[in-house]
């Protein structure tokens, strides 16, 4: 259509559309977008020139030219923004010349897709009904395809859900058969540990009186030296099936733990004597300290025997020649605390939280003492927390370790189980 006949609502529409895209991304780019050239500067006369090359164009072209602008515009600053700019726009001009008119000149010309509620004000009744029967075989259809993926997903979910509980009940099966499995391993180790110990120990018994009367024969020192190693090896063997006695009736918490009224601080120095041979034998030192305010409290003697010496022995263990070692109890308000320090070999930093783990041992114990079994802190641990305490650690490699255990002040717990530590 040529310019001089372009409808004055038509073209003052084009201005106004032109202005709002260029108020998104600019005349020049907007005359780019329908190959007019518009400078930037002079916004009001740009958006003209845009609006005026447009109205020259033939009906589809000037359609294909609006649907790509207001394409561009949706993509890039949200479809329903646009939407919303391009029936500001509309109603101003309606408002401006009459509903009719934009009807009439402008509303062809605006892609099918666009302003909506504004089409169906003019629409017949032949052309209305017509429009909402193709709504609702468009609904229709778009309900039959959700209700089509709904009833998939739901299939997927059903298959999924009862592959998991299949899953769970595999998981649980598996975990019954572990639990068996682990008991019976467990059962096997303490009764063959206990079948080992008996005779074992007769054997201690036959080799410290073998020693003796080698001694007081006066049998020449390499037969004395064989008797001797004959002693400790049998004596390390039935330390070893103790200590694998323990951890298993730990595990099946058959421990039992009977209170008395202990003098904890006579109990430990009782122990400090007992390990008096080792510890001059290692040339370590021992300090005690013990505050005045220890009192008795009610503690299962054999259980802190344990406890102590435990802890004593890796101590004197992993501290070298010349090291010193502190045993210090303390007598609080609502507790009472342990704390065997040493300046041994400590602990590294990336292996100090499984201290306290089953058969673990930190890698430069493992080569101190190649023979270990990574279980006398985790029989050590079990036992106080079993009995109402608590046992933590502060190390650093190189320099020592210190395991701290405390216990209220109203003592040990009681527990029944079917065996006492060994």
């Not at 958006?47 to 515009?73: F, K, M, Y």
């Not at 934009?102 to 892609?111: E, G, H, K, S």
Request: hydrophobic share 40%.
């Amino acid at each position: 259509m040529e310019d001089s006949v372009t409808p004055p609502v038509l073209k003052d529409f084009l201005v106004l559309l032109v202005k709002m895209a260029a108020d998104f991304v600019g005349v020049e780019q907007v005359g780019k977008m329908v190959d007019v050239a518009a400078h930037e500067g002079f916004f009001s006369h740009g958006a003209e020139t845009v609006a005026g090359a447009l109205s020259v164009l033939d009906a589809p072209t000037l359609t294909q030219r609006l649907t790509h602008i207001l394409d561009v515009l949706s993509t890039n600053f949200g479809a329903e923004l646009i939407e919303n700019h391009l029936e500001e726009i509309y109603a101003r001009t309606e408002r401006q010349f009459s509903p009719e008119l934009a009807n009439q000149f402008v509303m062809p010309l605006i892609p099918a897709s666009r302003l909506e509620k504004y089409r169906i004000q003019f629409l017949s009744k032949e052309q209305l009904e017509k429009r909402v029967l193709e709504k609702t075989v468009e609904l229709q259809k778009l309900n039959a395809d959700l209700e089509k993926k709904v009833a998939e997903r739901t299939e997927e979910l059903r298959k999924l859900l009862e592959e998991q509980r299949q899953k769970d009940v595999e998981l649980t099966k598996a975990n019954e058969e572990l639990r068996v499995l682990d008991k019976a391993k467990d059962d096997f180790v303490a009764l063959v540990s206990h079948e080992l110990r008996t005779p074992l120990t007769g054997i201690r018994w036959l080799a410290e009186a073998l020693q003796k009367s080698a001694t007081q024969q006066q049998v020449p020192e390499p037969q004395l030296e064989m008797v001797k190693k004959i002693r400790d090896g049998i004596t390390q063997m039935v330390e070893l099936i103790n200590t694998i006695l323990d951890s298993s009736r730990i595990e099946s918490g058959t421990i039992t733990s009977t209170p008395v009224e202990t003098d904890i601080a006579a109990a430990a120095k009782a122990i400090i004597a007992e390990m008096a041979p080792t510890i001059t034998k290692k040339g370590v030192t021992v300090a005690e300290q013990y505050t005045p305010e220890v009192i008795p409290m009610p503690t299962d003697p054999i259980i802190w025997h344990s406890i102590v010496q435990n802890l004593l022995s890796n101590a004197v263990k992993y501290t070298p020649a010349g090291g010193t070692i502190s045993v210090a109890i303390t007598h609080e308000a609502t507790r009472v605390s342990l704390t065997i320090r040493d300046t041994g070999c400590g602990i590294p930093a990336d292996q100090q939280s499984h201290i306290f783990s089953k058969l673990f041992r930190a890698t430069n114990a493992r080569s101190i003492d190649p023979d270990g079994l990574g279980l006398g802190l985790y029989i050590t641990k079990a036992l106080i927390t079993q009995t109402g305490g608590d046992i933590y650690m502060e190390s650093e490699e190189g320099k020592g370790t210190a395991f701290h255990v405390v216990y209220p002040t109203t003592g040990m717990l009681t527990s029944e189980g079917a065996a006492r530590i060994v």
